[in-house]
């Protein structure tokens, strides 16, 4: 049978993102966004259980008895961490890890505005980093605390299920606090951080109700929010949020959302199509009074326009994003639509804009 360790070395090796162990399958792995099976025997249901027990603890195993599944975070000696989802299908045992680099990453090495940079030193507010599963929201976060940590002296609370990058004391202090082994859930997690004297508090998903509700109340109470949400689009995002209460209490919250909303930056990873790997593409959207009163007047369907006439201040739709790493050559136009938000609407740009260009070359010089 195939070693864990060797399996993840292949992962560090290659950089590989995650790796899927399923019964009656080789390992895969998925590379810059491609699953590739490796030249090995499929896994038996032994395989996967004694793959799962050379990574899980105790405590892990015994949640996966319980409930059918278990989440944490572990380390592969100095090279990397791994965040590790194991679960039961088909009465088997599966693993999924995912590939975490030991490396925290600059606003260059992920493409990230610089205009995010000033952002961070607000006293107080929410920013939401949203996209998919794997569009690289943990990676933005740890930056985003990263540049936080060297430049301000204050106290970073952040709650994750499981903790992903490991911080390390600069300029700032950092209590990083892991669910189900530092405390019970995000919502309890986050009504202990206001008593731990933050002045920034990451949560790694706002998941329901109760955790959304006390981060809003915790951004308007003077302190900076960061958390992310599975959605795509900034005016999504915020509909989001306010269909998550019930029908009485919406009004309020979009009240309290235009005042405490800093900023939405969703973002997709696409693979390249000029090197190897995957480029992010973001969508930014931040809060000025005009984006305020929309969301307070619940006109949240005039935010894509507002974001497409205000990139003086920084701020671009994701289609727009897609499109000039198209023109740069960097991604494919199947990728790019494939991933629009409004696919008609990025169709004839291409078009006028490959008008334009023949029109051009057409001219004499």
Known sequence: MVEINQLLQVMVDKGGSDLHLSVGR???IRFHGRLRPLNTPALTPEDTVNLMKSISSARAQQELNETGGSDFGFAFGDQARFRVSI????????????????????????????????????PRGLILVTGPTGSGKTTTLATM????????????????????????????????????????S???????????D?????????????????????????????ATLHTTGSARTVDRIIDAFPKEQQEQIRVQIASSLVAVISQLLVPRCDQQGRVACFEIMISTPAISNLIRENKTFRIDSMIQTSRKFG?????????????????????????????GALQQKVKEYTENSQDKSKKPV
Do not use: W
């Not at 995000?186 to 731990?196: G, K, P, Q, T």
């Open 315 to 343: 701020m671009i739709l994701l289609d727009d994003s897609l499109f000039e790493h198209f023109i740069a050559k960097r991604i494919t136009y199947a990728d790019m639509m494939q991933r629009s938000l409004d696919p």
């Open 26 to 28: 080789p390992p895969i």
């Open 87 to 122: 679960f039961k299908q088909k009465n088997n045992v599966g693993l999924v890890l995912r590939q975490i680099s030991n490396r925290l990453l600059s606003f260059e090495d992920i493409g990230l505005p610089h205009t995010i940079k000033t952002l961070l030193s607000k």
């Open 198 to 226: 933050p002045d920034v508090i990451l949560l790694g998903e706002m998941r329901d109700l109760e955790t959304i509700q006390a981060a809003i109340t915790a951004a308007e109470t003077g302190h900076l929010v960061l």
């Open 186 to 196: 995000f919502s309890e997690a986050l009504r202990r951080a206001l008593r731990m």
């Open 145 to 184: 605390i990263d540049f936080i940590n060297e430049e301000q002296d204050c106290h970073i609370v952040t709650v994750e299920d499981p903790i992903e990058y490991y911080h390390v004391h600069k300029k700032s202090i950092l209590t990083q606090r892991e669910i189900g082994i530092d405390v019970t």
